[in-house]
């Protein structure tokens, strides 16, 4: 058989190269036969440069493609796979909170090495966190390995001039938060894949990948200054009172914008890995609490609102109230009959039932419904946890609510239901986002502005009054207003609430004067489970452990948000009896 015909039912380039052979071999023939050596002489040279052509594209295209796609199959101990790049987080004014930045990582090549021991001991010297497990497999290995990431420039340097052979880099982008622990729950982090896993990296994911192929930055709502003196005052009161955890919050209480959020205890967000679960859980968004009194400020708003009361409106308090199978006492006793302003700032539970009751069952939860109370706050961050609520609105689960048990909601939740009664009425979601100037969602309108003007003057009353329970959160000239919070947690050893275990909380708006439609901003400070220190006499009440916390907060960050201190101004409220006494600016 020839070889044209053995190439019958070949591919197409084992038929060309068959005939081209066959075509080649008899012009050798053709050249001898005809005596023209010079001929033959000439195929020959045509033949081997032909063939060394061949030879060299053949291993061009070889090691092209292995430098191309070197890697893409294999795993073990190679690379790690390089996520899509992500933008810049910046604060409001545009200051850096996370960046990608060019780090190294390590690879081992033992094929190169000429001294093991040496090159093992001469790493962990210069990168004492190395894996030494991981370098010893790459030092026994047979092939290029990655042994370490992240490597900073100056580690690299330090590295490179050992001279080693057998130990190379490649170029690699990391996550990086510069300022360390300041607001790390809210900003979150990033996998190594690119990937946000929580808060502002998680929550804004796709727009900071976005973000990146602009080569644009992604503003959040949170100002610097403030996180940091609402940290700093957190953290003091934290390792005074030592709590179990602890929660800080400001917001702009008409756009909604996150301005400031702190949980403690708090965690490094460039090493979550060296976190507990307990230092990286969120408290201000994937916590529930019962919060206590804070709740009266909602109960004394909604019967404003519906019309069932009147600041001047009695209650009387002298005795306990006995609804159902229950009785509620006061915790410290006015035993007196009381104004509704009185009941807020004696923090009376007597009085507050009874308010409750007179607003009855389907109007009360319709308002904590349209409060956002009963449902997930809805901000960005996944996060955000879900609140448990009574299975059935009667008289005693009313009566229970008013006065913040019975109901568990997350700070974020309590931080936005604070801001419709104080600014106007309206219902808006929160953001860690920033919102431009006139850009803020609409809202919901859930109660009238009347209602929310008679509450800034009664939270400002219960910090002005001498018998308020907010005085230790007063700045002067910034018209601070509040409301303390301590609710008793239940303990399921004893099945009931305990005495000793406390959820804390004051929480404060300011200035209070002034249009509903002002600039205006709300603070909160919350302590799980505070201890009673020397310097207050025993107690661990929301009064004592929060609201000083709270104003202490609030005179260091108004020149930020450009409130100004100006001289209180003075005005008569009438009291029970009718007549006039001084607490601030009235009602």
Request: no cysteine.
């Amino acid at each position: 058989m020839s070889l044209g015909s053995s190439s019958f039912g070949a591919s197409p380039i084992a038929r060309w190269v068959s005939r081209w052979m066959w075509g080649l071999e008899h012009a050798f023939e053709r050249a001898r036969a005809s005596g023209k050596a010079e001929d033959d002489t000439r195929i020959r040279i045509f033949v081997v440069l032909a063939i060394f052509s061949a030879a060299f594209i053949t291993l061009a295209v070889g090691a092209t493609r292995a430098a191309l796609f070197s890697g893409l199959g294999g795993h073990g101990d190679l690379a790690p796979v390089t996520g899509a790049a992500r933008a810049d987080l910046v604060d409001r004014n545009g200051q850096m909170l996370a960046a990608d930045l060019l780090h190294y990582g390590l690879y081992i090549d033992p094929r190169e090495i000429w001294e093991t021991a040496e090159t093992r001991a001469a790493l962990r010297k210069a990168l004492p966190q190395i894996d030494a497990a991981r370098l010893e497999r790459a030092l026994r290995g047979s092939r290029r390995v990655f042994v370490a990431g992240g490597l900073t420039p100056e580690e690299r340097a330090r590295v490179h001039r050992l001279g080693l052979p057998g130990v190379s880099f490649d170029p690699e982008e990391r996550r990086v938060y510069p300022l360390g622990t300041t607001a790390a729950h809210l900003i979150g982090f990033a996998d190594t894949g690119g990937e946000g896993l929580t808060g502002a990296e998680a929550a804004l994911n796709e727009d900071i990948r976005k973000a990146a192929a602009s080569k644009t930055a992604v503003p959040l709502s949170i100002d610097l200054r403030v996180q940091a003196a609402l940290e700093d005052e957190l953290y003091k009161a934290a390792a005074e009172f030592q709590p179990r955890g602890a929660v800080g919050i400001v917001t702009n209480v008409h756009t909604g914008e996150i301005l400031g959020m702190a949980s403690y205890p708090t965690y490094d967000p460039n090493q979550p890995g060296r976190a507990s679960d307990d230092a990286k859980l969120n408290r201000a968004a994937a916590s529930v609490f019962e919060m206590g009194s804070t709740f009266k400020a909602f109960t004394v708003a909604i019967g404003l609102d519906a019309g069932v009361a009147t600041p001047s409106s009695m209650f009387d308090a002298r005795f306990p109230y006995k609804l159902g199978y229950r009785t509620i006492h006061d915790y410290h006793a006015a035993k007196a009959v009381l104004s509704l302003v009185e009941v807020f700032q004696h923090s009376s539970n007597i009085g507050t039932a009874k308010l409750a009751v007179s607003v009855g069952p389907q109007r009360l939860s319709r308002y904590f419904a349209g409060l956002g109370l009963t449902e997930t706050a809805p901000v960005e961050l996944i996060e955000s946890a879900k609140p448990l609520t009574p299975k059935v609105w009667n008289e005693d689960a009313v009566a229970s609510t008013s006065f913040g048990h019975g109901m568990n909601v997350s700070p974020l939740a309590l931080a936005r239901a604070m801001n419709v009664l104080l600014n106007g009425g309206v219902l808006r979601p929160l953001t860690i986002r920033k919102v431009e100037p006139g850009k803020q969602v609409p809202g919901k309108r859930v109660m009238s502005e009347r209602t929310s003007a008679q509450m800034l003057q009664i939270m400002r009353a219960n910090v002005a009054s001498p018998v308020g329970s907010g005085g230790k959160a007063d700045q002067p000239g910034l018209s601070v207003g509040g409301k303390t919070g301590t609710g008793e947690k239940y303990d399921p050893a004893i099945r009931g609430y305990s005495r000793s275990k406390q959820v804390s909380s004051f929480a404060a708006v300011f200035p209070t004067d002034g249009a509903v439609e002002d600039d205006r901003y709300f603070v909160l400070i919350l302590m799980d489970e505070p201890k009673p220190s020397a310097n207050t006499y025993g107690y661990s009440t929301g009064g004592w452990v929060a609201a000083p916390a709270a104003g202490r907060t609030i005179g260091r960050i108004a020149p930020f948000l450009g409130v100004s201190r100006k001289a209180d101004a003075v005005a008569l409220a009438p009291t029970a009896a009718g007549k006039p006494v001084i607490v601030g600016e009235g009602l």
